[in-house]
């Protein structure tokens, strides 16, 4: 299995503009979650999916930022018009649904710089 | 609403050293815990996990146990190498439930140095 999948890995874009992060998650895997990191904030839950289903968005800090699950197969997260804070790197994450114990398995992130 | 706090970092120690990175949970239920690595430049990588009180998760040399006595799931290794050097993060998933939601702690930067 090629694990998570995420694209791009940098992305440099000017203020005002919109981004948009995609993400391939581990096939079977019925959850997919998509973080922020930051040195001021560290890791912040954004929004999770259960089996296409957004289940919690109240980590999605504005109107600004949205996110969707069209199959089992890929996410997106959008931000526009994109600003200067949202400048982080952004993981997605998926696993498998049953288990309280099962793992994550984090994609390599997307470093996102808005100028 | 369920937390957890680790050590503040960063944690510099030399090669061969002993190593404890504190982590203590609040949380309602029986939660599963987590230690999760950060390779500089990389995404978080499992690296072990506990599911009920006095559970002991290992893997490659570190060891944590699930104390529920204290809400504590410390991190240990015996003898750190410099390959170890990595950001630590701790987390729990609340037990009740299938929320799926992990949540983690604010990371302990570990620098080892030759």
């Known amino acids: 299995d090629a694990g998570v999948i995420q694209s791009p890995r940098h992305e440099v874009t000017e203020m005002g503009q919109e981004v948009t992060l995609r993400c391939k998650p581990i096939?079977?895997?019925?959850?997919l979650f998509w973080y922020r990191q930051t040195m001021m904030r560290g890791l912040e839950l954004l929004i999770y999916?259960?089996?296409?289903?957004?289940?919690?968005d109240s980590g999605m800090p504005e109107d600004r930022f949205s996110a969707k699950m069209p199959n089992a197969s890929f996410s997106t997260l959008k931000i526009q018009p994109s600003e200067p804070r949202d400048s982080a790197v952004y993981f997605c994450?998926?696993?498998?649904?049953?288990?309280?114990?099962?793992?994550?398995?984090f994609g390599s992130g997307t470093r996102l710089t808005v100028v | 609403g369920d937390s957890v706090t680790q050590m503040e970092g960063p944690v510099t120690l030399s090669e061969e050293a002993f190593l404890t990175i504190n982590c203590t949970y609040t949380?309602?239920?029986?939660?599963?815990l987590f230690w999760y690595v950060q390779y500089p430049g990389e995404g978080l990588q499992l690296l072990l996990k506990?599911?009920?009180?006095?559970d002991k998760g290992s893997n490659k040399g570190f060891e944590a146990t699930y104390r529920k006595e204290t809400t504590s799931f410390h991190l240990e290794k015996g003898s750190v190498q410099v390959s170890d050097s990595a950001v630590y993060f701790c987390?729990?998933?609340?037990?009740?439930?299938?929320?799926?939601?992990?949540?983690f702690g604010q990371g302990t930067t570990l620098q080892v140095k030759p």
């Open positions: 994450a998926s696993r498998r649904g049953g288990r309280s114990n099962y793992g994550y398995t």
């Open positions: 096939s079977g895997h019925d959850y």
């Open positions: 999916f259960n089996n296409n289903v957004p289940i919690d």
């Open positions: 949380a309602t239920g029986y939660p599963s």
């Open positions: 506990a599911t009920k009180a006095d």
């Open positions: 987390a729990l998933r609340a037990g009740s439930g299938n929320t799926g939601k992990l949540i």
